[in-house]
């Protein structure tokens, strides 16, 4: 199994452009009204909350560049912050430039330990916090973070990396190295367009 993640990642992965995204989606492996029934996840997975409500299994959690290739991926219990520096670390290893992430990875200490590797978290803001100067190009960028949420669409609709009709934690590993092989080699990607004029310094960014 470890040897098929690695060769996942050495020949199918893309190449960090400086630019990147990060997300993380739940991977629920029955409907909450069976979680007690579950026998085939006993004591692997967990209950844990999203934007969507409480579910049980695991999170996903990828990071891609702004051409919309896979740089890396983590799986987790459901109940693992998303900024938790065990996921974070490993998924992060040799990125550089910046990488946008929704509120949810709003974290003073995780920003600083990532600037000192290289890499600047940039994060929009909550409602209780105080406003916080950002340039254009980052506050542009965030707008279209929703480019990771397009393929986590993909991945479950298209690459059907989420079900619940498994009937071993391996079927479920198999299953989902398999999506994540299948969108690496699709033609057409979410992707943004990022260009800087070299006449005028303009920022030309399209969906």
């Known amino acids: 199994m470890i ?21 993380s989606t739940k991977m629920a492996v029955c409907k909450n009204k069976r979680i007690k029934r579950n026998k085939v996840f006993k004591d692997i997975a967990t209950v844990g909350k999203s934007t969507m409500g409480w579910f049980y299994g695991f999170k996903l959690h990828l990071v891609i560049n702004d051409k919309g290739e896979l740089l890396n991926f983590c799986i987790t219990p459901a109940n693992v912050d998303d900024r938790d ?30 600037f000192d590797d290289g890499l600047h978290l ?15 190009i980052d506050k542009i960028l965030l707008r279209k973070r929703s480019v990771i949420e397009t393929i986590n669409d993909e991945l479950k609709n298209i690459c059907d990396i989420e079900h619940s009709r498994h009937r071993s934690t391996a079927n479920f590993l198999i299953n989902l190295f398999a999506g994540l092989a299948a969108y690496c080699f699709f033609e057409k990607k979410p992707a943004i367009k990022f260009e800087r004029s070299l006449q005028t310094g303009q920022l030309e960014l399209f969906a």
């Open 85 to 114: 520096w065990g996921v974070i670390q490993p998924l992060c290893k040799k990125l550089f430039g910046k990488m946008y992430g929704d509120k949810g990875y709003i974290s003073a200490a995780l920003t600083e330990l990532l």
């Open 122 to 136: 940039v994060t929009g803001i909550k409602n209780n916090m105080k406003n916080r100067l950002m340039t254009m």
């Open 3 to 23: 040897h098929f993640v690695l060769f996942l990642k050495l020949i199918c992965f893309g190449e960090c452009t400086g630019i990147t995204f990060i997300d």
